[in-house]
Structures are given as C-alpha cells and as structure tokens.
Nanobody, 122 residues
C-alpha cells in the first residue's frame, strides 16, 4: 500500500516563502509523474505544478516564476518551493503521484496525499 505524507504547510505573510514536501512510503516498483494540486474554498481543485520521470516540468500560469517543483527519486519525495507568495495562493495543497506499486510491472495507480493548508496573509 502506497501512502503519501505531506508536510510544510502553514501561515506565511505575503511575499514570503514556503516549501512543501511529499514523501511516498510503501512498495513502489516504478514512479512516474508527481504533482501538486490546490483547492481554495468554493473553487475546483487545480494542477499547480507537475514533474515527470524525465524531470520535465509543468506550471500553471498563475505560479510560473514563483514556484519550483522538484523530486528526489531515491527518497520517493516531491517538493514544491513557493516564493513570492500571494494571498490568492491560499488553499489546501495536495500531492499526487502516479506509480506502479509492488515488486513487479503492473498497472499504474493514482495516489493522493491528505492535503496541507497554506495560508498567505496580506
């Protein structure tokens, strides 16, 4: 069973920085894309940043130039460095990864973290 544990959320003032971490535990045979989503109150969950196994990255227009996603495959961990934070970045941030669990090839699955609250005060 693959589980994701997120950490690093909290309260920060506008203009500040914060780093989120997402560590996957359990048996993983192959790790594919990892990503960060966020959901603000009354809004749909949106993809903020993603990184594939080749380390190609994607960023939503709203965070380009401010957020950086990275991964450490040896630790099965993804990071989201958030700089120049704005009040509109306030949301619950969720980690997502796509992986083949277990010890051999099989279908990949989608896994989600429990979410971590990020609040940016003005």
């Amino acid at each position: 069973q693959v589980q994701l544990v997120e950490s690093g959320g909290g309260l920060v003032q506008a203009g500040g920085s914060m780093r989120l971490s997402c560590a996957a535990s359990g048996s993983i045979f192959e790790l594919y894309a990892m990503g960060w989503y966020r959901q603000a109150p009354g809004k749909q969950r949106e993809l903020v940043a993603g990184i594939d196994s080749g380390r190609s990255t994607y960023y939503a227009d709203s965070v380009k130039g401010r957020f950086t996603i990275s991964r450490d495959n040896a630790k099965n961990t993804a990071y989201l460095q958030m700089n120049s934070l704005k009040p509109e970045d306030t949301a619950v941030y969720y980690c997502n990864l796509q992986a083949v669990p277990g010890g051999a090839w099989g279908p990949s699955h989608d896994y989600w973290g429990q979410g971590t609250q990020v609040t940016v005060s003005s």
